[in-house]
């Protein structure tokens, strides 16, 4: 049994590791131990200390991924700094509550079935990260399986599970870590064969593990390095333009005609340069293009004289009583008319609604600028030349099915256009962009991204990153991506393990308290 002290010690190395397992502080070798101290910690601890000991590894966790969210609420919502971190810390304290569940259920499941039953700690996470997905509109950042996306062999896997998958494999071997350093129970030393089923017991897992990670490993980078789909489908070149317009100045009426012909002018260097559908970011027009025909109309000439689309980012109003706002992605087609439309379907809370309103009146400031947005409804596609794409407005591509089910409705090309000027100089960027990687492996797509001040760029059906900007850089990026049809186990089936693990859970826990 740990001393209280060593526990806690433990826990907090945990949430260290985890931290630094994401861009742009970590590596993402940390997140194959980041759970192990915590699971030695939490292995011989109480259930009411289980819970705490996860509750502190989570509260690490989010304050060292999720702190920039303090600066945009300050610098951005107009929030006094004390209320800002007020608010984003009530935030790491709900999130931090999924942690210290996995801590807490998995306790329960060993003090029922023995520390071999410890090996279910990988199914109780990808649970807990289910949960955090979905629950209160959920907020899915740094996923565990996310550490990973630029680790191609294995982030390969959630061509076949989703950032689930991965999310599996990472924790199995902390798991395993955990068990071969704690050894086993007492029970199960008495066991047939005394210390040598202890010692079988203590290693066999680490030895399965350690093949099926050799195993995905192997499979992953041959299939990485095939790359059979980049030589299938219709070509496609790409412009994408990165404005790079501070937050502050991006709705300065004074500012407001030098940002947009920034933008035409850009537009017109990436059509020189071949580019076939050129890419604006998110809400990039420092107008509504609805409601502003002049302007509308030099984009509408613009997409006309070279016969080239354009898809670019602009807030839309539905007329009615009360009137609602969207944040929407519209698609001028090679002939200046609009072949589309997309509206958002996950909001950003505290960003573009306030959740529980009546409640949290003082966070009211943060919406005032950009008004109360309403949610969209469908997942649109938008027709481009015979070809259906899709788009995700920023922080909506960390929502695995949300990009699944564009890609089951028959989206060849994923695109994303993001703002990610509210992030300034932090890790947000680095992570926003990671985790739009893994959609593309997921579904076996090229993805495409235009961020306002980046990183902008083309990751290929592998999550090979062709493109890339820099970031705080204006900057005009063509290259090439492919209008795919394949389609992968994950795209055709979903999320089916990380619910088949939420279920297993359910079912461990209730049948845990039968076991003496």
């Given at each position: 049994?740990?001393?209280?002290?060593?526990?806690?010690?433990l826990?907090?190395?945990?949430?260290?590791?985890?931290?630094?397992?994401?861009?742009k502080?970590?590596?993402?070798?940390?997140?194959?131990?980041?759970?192990?101290?915590?699971?030695?910690?939490?292995?011989?601890?109480?259930?009411?200390?289980?819970?705490?000991?996860?509750?502190?590894?989570?509260?690490?966790?989010?304050?060292?991924?999720?702190?920039?969210?303090?600066?945009?609420?300050?610098v951005?919502?107009?929030?006094?700094?004390?209320?800002?971190?007020?608010?984003?810390?009530?935030l790491?304290?709900?999130?931090?509550?999924?942690?210290?569940?996995?801590?807490?259920?998995?306790?329960?499941?060993?003090?029922?079935?023995?520390?071999?039953?410890?090996?279910?700690?990988?199914?109780?996470?990808?649970?807990?990260?289910?949960?955090?997905?979905?629950?209160?509109?959920?907020?899915?950042?740094?996923?565990?399986?996310?550490?990973?996306?630029?680790?191609?062999?294995?982030?390969?896997?959630?061509?076949?599970?989703?950032v689930?998958?991965?999310?599996?494999?990472?924790?199995?071997?902390?798991?395993?870590?955990?068990?071969?350093?704690?050894?086993?129970?007492?029970?199960?030393?008495?066991?047939?064969?005394?210390q040598?089923?202890?010692?079988?017991?203590?290693?066999?897992?680490?030895?399965?593990?350690?093949?099926?990670?050799?195993?995905?490993?192997?499979?992953?980078g041959?299939r990485?390095?095939?790359?059979?789909?980049?030589?299938?489908?219709e070509?496609?070149?790409?412009?994408?333009?990165?404005?790079?317009?501070d937050?502050?100045?991006?709705w300065?009426?004074?500012?407001?005609?030098?940002?947009?012909?920034?933008y035409?002018?850009?537009?017109?260097?990436?059509?020189?340069?071949?580019?076939?559908?050129?890419?604006?970011?998110?809400?990039?027009?420092?107008?509504?293009?609805?409601?502003?025909?002049?302007?509308?109309?030099?984009?509408?000439?613009?997409?006309?004289?070279?016969?080239?689309?354009?898809?670019?980012?602009?807030?839309?109003?539905?007329?009615?009583?009360?009137?609602?706002?969207?944040?929407?992605?519209?698609?001028?087609?090679?002939?200046?008319?609009?072949?589309?439309?997309y509206?958002?379907?996950?909001?950003?809370?505290?960003?573009?609604?306030?959740?529980?309103?009546?409640?949290?009146?003082?966070?009211?400031?943060?919406?005032?600028?950009?008004?109360t947005?309403?949610?969209?409804?469908?997942?649109?596609?938008?027709?481009?030349?015979?070809?259906?794409?899709?788009?995700?407005?920023?922080?909506?591509?960390?929502?695995?099915?949300?990009v699944?089910?564009?890609?089951?409705?028959?989206?060849?090309?994923?695109?994303?256009?993001t703002?990610?000027?509210?992030?300034?100089?932090?890790?947000?960027?680095?992570?926003?962009?990671?985790?739009?990687?893994?959609?593309?492996?997921?579904?076996?797509?090229?993805?495409?991204?235009?961020?306002?001040?980046?990183?902008?760029?083309?990751?290929?059906?592998?999550?090979?990153?062709?493109?890339?900007?820099?970031?705080?850089?204006?900057?005009?990026?063509?290259?090439?991506?492919?209008?795919?049809?394949?389609?992968?186990?994950?795209?055709?089936?979903?999320?089916i393990?990380?619910?088949?693990s939420?279920?297993?859970?359910?079912?461990?826990?209730?049948?845990?308290?039968?076991?003496?």
């Amino acid at each position: 049994m740990l001393t209280s002290r060593a526990d806690l010690t433990l826990a907090t190395v945990s949430g260290v590791l985890l931290v630094l397992s994401f861009p742009k502080f970590g590596h993402p070798a940390f997140s194959w131990i980041a759970l192990t101290p915590l699971l030695m910690a939490v292995s011989g601890a109480t259930l009411r200390r289980a819970f705490l000991l996860g509750l502190t590894t989570g509260l690490i966790y989010f304050t060292g991924t999720l702190y920039w969210i303090t600066h945009v609420m300050a610098v951005y919502g107009g929030l006094q700094t004390w209320v800002a971190i007020a608010i984003n810390a009530a935030l790491i304290a709900y999130l931090a509550l999924f942690p210290a569940l996995f801590a807490l259920l998995t306790r329960r499941i060993v003090m029922g079935y023995g520390r071999l039953a410890l090996m279910s700690a990988p199914v109780v996470w990808v649970a807990t990260e289910l949960g955090r997905t979905y629950l209160f509109s959920g907020f899915p950042w740094v996923l565990l399986g996310y550490s990973q996306a630029a680790v191609l062999p294995i982030a390969q896997l959630a061509s076949l599970f989703g950032v689930y998958g991965v999310s599996m494999l990472v924790a199995a071997v902390s798991t395993v870590l955990a068990m071969a350093v704690a050894g086993p129970t007492d029970r199960l030393r008495q066991g047939a064969g005394g210390q040598e089923a202890g010692h079988s017991v203590r290693y066999a897992p680490a030895v399965v593990v350690l093949v099926i990670v050799l195993g995905v490993a192997i499979w992953g980078g041959r299939r990485a390095a095939a790359s059979e789909w980049t030589h299938t489908g219709e070509r496609i070149r790409v412009g994408m333009i990165q404005g790079n317009v501070d937050q502050a100045q991006k709705w300065d009426v004074t500012r407001a005609s030098t940002i947009f012909q920034d933008y035409l002018r850009m537009t017109r260097q990436a059509i020189r340069e071949g580019a076939e559908l050129v890419l604006w970011p998110e809400s990039s027009t420092p107008f509504l293009f609805e409601e502003n025909p002049a302007e509308a109309a030099q984009v509408r000439a613009l997409a006309q004289q070279a016969r080239v689309p354009i898809l670019f980012g602009s807030d839309q109003i539905e007329r009615g009583r009360p009137d609602k706002y969207f944040n929407s992605a519209f698609l001028l087609r090679a002939d200046g008319t609009i072949g589309g439309v997309y509206r958002k379907m996950h909001l950003v809370p505290f960003g573009e609604y306030v959740p529980m309103q009546r409640l949290l009146f003082f966070a009211a400031p943060l919406t005032e600028q950009s008004g109360t947005f309403s949610a969209g409804l469908n997942p649109e596609l938008l027709p481009l030349n015979g070809h259906p794409i899709s788009v995700a407005i920023c922080y909506e591509v960390v929502y695995p099915d949300l990009v699944r089910q564009f890609v089951a409705g028959g989206s060849e090309l994923l695109t994303t256009i993001t703002n990610d000027a509210w992030f300034g100089q932090t890790s947000a960027p680095s992570q926003h962009f990671q985790q739009a990687s893994m959609r593309a492996i997921e579904n076996g797509r090229y993805l495409v991204r235009s961020a306002n001040t980046g990183i902008s760029g083309i990751v290929d059906p592998y999550g090979r990153v062709v493109e890339q900007t820099a970031i705080f850089q204006p900057a005009v990026l063509v290259g090439e991506a492919r209008y795919l049809r394949t389609s992968t186990f994950y795209s055709r089936h979903g999320d089916i393990l990380a619910y088949a693990s939420a279920f297993a859970t359910a079912a461990l826990v209730v049948l845990a308290r039968r076991v003496k």
